[in-house]
């Protein structure tokens, strides 16, 4: 048995609800993981709401999580008792314990502590694909990063940066565009009181931004065509102010024959091969000193309700780990 955070509904985070489940015994190909920090994630927050439904109910939620193998299945031969594991974009991840296919957990080298791996994963892997095959970044590029002191907006920041980008980081506030600026932006937006499109322009000369990364969603989707140079890539990976409503293609090509896409991590990770090359990417950034990754929140599985609160009402920056 294991404590976790199950719903029986969709709604508000009264809806948690802090349990016992049977986690079992690990079958072929899968291994057991006694779970030491989980994730915090927006997309939780969308599974919780039935944004993202459920296929059944009750549903354990939460994306990615670190901790210790405590047993293996028939079959599996790359992991073993004892070993220090993290996955991303696994749902059930709000728990003590559980058992996941083994090829979906990566192992962990000495440098990168539980904390800091649950903290990363999801959140690390997003910003990989999107710099590296949703646009990939050249040097010289100006890029557009929404929620920049955020957990993966800071990830970007430091990331872009790191690949000789310009990083125009939008923000909600003066102290997250300090966040920003230090986690590598080299202008920031303070999209509560200026106009996003109009300040882009200003910073690259009227030309426009090479790709814009926005997890807003549909508060900012025009904002972002409209801050996009001639044939510039708007990534809209997130929903944090609902999803982005039907639009005409048709108003891309007087825009500058911008291009959109709709990417997400299931897709990146979606066999072996994929996600360790993801994965493997973000270990050698974080080890290397390109990327830090900050830990700014942390709270007890049990106080989950009060961490999605906090996340939906902008209160937390960086990443947040959940202690089971």
């Known amino acids: 048995m294991a404590k976790a955070i199950r719903i029986y509904e969709n709604g508000g985070p009264e809806v948690l609800t802090y349990e016992d489940v049977d986690v079992g015994d690990p079958g072929p190909g899968e291994i057991r993981i006694r779970q030491t920090a989980c994730g915090l994630n927006f997309i939780d927050i969308y599974v919780r709401t039935g944004l993202y439904p459920s296929?059944?109910?009750?549903?354990?939620?939460?994306?990615?999580?670190?901790?210790?193998?405590e047993a293996i299945g028939d079959g599996v031969t790359d992991k073993k008792v004892g070993d220090r594991v993290a996955y991303p974009m696994l749902k059930g991840a709000y728990t003590q314990a559980r058992c996941i296919p083994a090829w979906k957990a990566v192992?962990?080298?000495?440098?990168?502590?539980?904390?800091?791996?649950?903290?990363?994963?999801l959140k690390g892997m997003t910003a990989h694909?999107?710099?590296?095959?949703?646009?990939?970044?050249?040097?010289?590029?100006?890029v557009l990063v929404y929620a920049a002191a955020g957990g993966v907006g800071q990830i970007l920041c430091q990331w872009g940066k790191a690949l000789g980008a310009t990083v125009i980081g939008c923000v909600g506030s003066e102290e997250?565009?300090?966040?920003?600026?230090?986690?590598g932006a080299a202008h920031t937006i303070n999209y509560s009181k200026e106009d996003i499109a109009k300040m882009a322009r200003e910073y690259t000369d009227g030309e426009g931004v090479a790709a814009a990364y926005d997890s807003i969603g549909k508060a900012t989707f025009m904002a972002s065509l409209d801050a996009l140079r001639p044939f510039g890539v708007l990534a809209t990976y997130g929903n944090a102010s609902g999803p982005v409503e039907p639009f005409s293609p048709a108003i891309l090509g007087p825009k500058g024959s911008l291009y959109v896409t709709r990417p997400t991590l299931a897709t990146h990770t979606r066999n072996p091969e994929i996600l360790a090359e993801g994965a493997n990417a973000l270990i050698d950034a974080v080890v290397s000193g390109k990327?830090?990754?900050?830990?700014?929140?942390?709270?007890?599985?049990?106080?989950?309700?009060?961490a999605h609160e906090d996340l939906e009402s902008r209160k937390t920056t960086g990443s947040t780990v959940l202690i089971p």
């Open 291 to 306: 990327v830090k990754i900050n830990i700014n929140q942390t709270y007890p599985l049990s106080d989950v309700a009060r």
């Open 176 to 183: 997250k565009a300090e966040i920003a600026k230090i986690a």
């Open 129 to 142: 694909y999107l710099l590296h095959r949703t646009y990939p970044v050249k040097p010289g590029d100006a």
């Open 55 to 69: 296929e059944s109910m009750p549903d354990i939620i939460g994306m990615e999580a670190a901790g210790v193998v």
């Open 107 to 121: 192992k962990l080298p000495d440098a990168i502590d539980d904390q800091t791996a649950a903290g990363m994963m």
